[in-house]
């Protein structure tokens, strides 16, 4: 089996950013989205990317802001990728990729199943990030909507995962990869070295 992909999201500190890279996560994310209880600085981004190995993706995230601002700050933060979770279309994405950065579109996992079979495809290509209906909320959402119209390309898993229950839930979703930020804090907003450690062992099947 093709050894599972983990991003964990809303890092803030050096000590979170150390943790996730020691962990052995493929991508850290950040949040610039307004409203959040893990939304960092520009400036803040740019120190924690510099100490991150170049084999790890460093991922802003964004939700329906001006693809203007996106990649302004996404180029003043130095990431690798632009991760984006609202409304935004499949020419945008395009937009963001042509200037420079790799990319995540996610979409709540009932809106994806909602598409018709036509809109899907238009997503095939792209990597995509299936979440629940809020996201950041720690809700895991019915994997069962998705019977039948799952992602055939590269996608994550996101939503309400915990070290407990993300091993479970990715073999039965079929995802390549799992996405967490709430399930591995001591409390809102503040990540722990011990969970992110046993959740990437929990994805990845390896034990702790």
Request: a negative charge.
């Given at each position: 089996m093709t050894e599972r992909y983990v991003k964990i999201c809303g890092l803030r500190?050096?000590?979170?950013?150390?943790?996730?890279?020691?962990?052995?996560?493929?991508?850290?994310?950040?949040?610039?989205?307004?409203?959040?209880?893990?939304t960092v600085g520009v400036e803040t981004v740019r120190g924690l990317v510099g100490a991150v190995p170049d084999s790890v993706e460093t991922v802003a995230v964004f939700r329906n802001q001006p693809l203007a601002v996106v990649l302004e700050i996404s180029r003043a933060a130095?990431?690798?990728?632009?991760?984006?979770?609202?409304?935004?279309?499949?020419?945008?994405?395009?937009?963001?990729?042509?200037?420079?950065f790799r990319t995540l579109r996610a979409f709540s996992a009932p809106a994806f199943a909602a598409m018709s079979a036509g809109e899907r495809a238009a997503w095939a290509g792209e990597r995509i990030l299936l979440d629940a209906v809020e996201p950041g909320a720690g809700e895991v959402f019915d994997a069962s909507v998705l019977r039948g119209c799952a992602p055939g390309g590269f996608w994550l898993l996101a939503g309400g995962l915990t070290p407990s229950n993300v091993g479970a839930l990715l073999e039965g979703s079929g995802a390549g990869g799992a996405d967490v930020s709430s399930g591995v804090e001591s409390r809102r907003g503040v990540k722990d070295a011990g969970l992110i450690r046993s959740f990437v062992h929990a994805a990845r099947g390896t034990g702790a």
């Amino acid at each position: 089996m093709t050894e599972r992909y983990v991003k964990i999201c809303g890092l803030r500190t050096p000590e979170m950013v150390s943790a996730a890279v020691d962990a052995g996560a493929d991508a850290l994310g950040f949040i610039f989205a307004p409203g959040s209880a893990r939304t960092v600085g520009v400036e803040t981004v740019r120190g924690l990317v510099g100490a991150v190995p170049d084999s790890v993706e460093t991922v802003a995230v964004f939700r329906n802001q001006p693809l203007a601002v996106v990649l302004e700050i996404s180029r003043a933060a130095g990431v690798s990728t632009v991760q984006l979770h609202g409304d935004e279309t499949l020419e945008e994405l395009q937009q963001v990729q042509a200037a420079g950065f790799r990319t995540l579109r996610a979409f709540s996992a009932p809106a994806f199943a909602a598409m018709s079979a036509g809109e899907r495809a238009a997503w095939a290509g792209e990597r995509i990030l299936l979440d629940a209906v809020e996201p950041g909320a720690g809700e895991v959402f019915d994997a069962s909507v998705l019977r039948g119209c799952a992602p055939g390309g590269f996608w994550l898993l996101a939503g309400g995962l915990t070290p407990s229950n993300v091993g479970a839930l990715l073999e039965g979703s079929g995802a390549g990869g799992a996405d967490v930020s709430s399930g591995v804090e001591s409390r809102r907003g503040v990540k722990d070295a011990g969970l992110i450690r046993s959740f990437v062992h929990a994805a990845r099947g390896t034990g702790a």
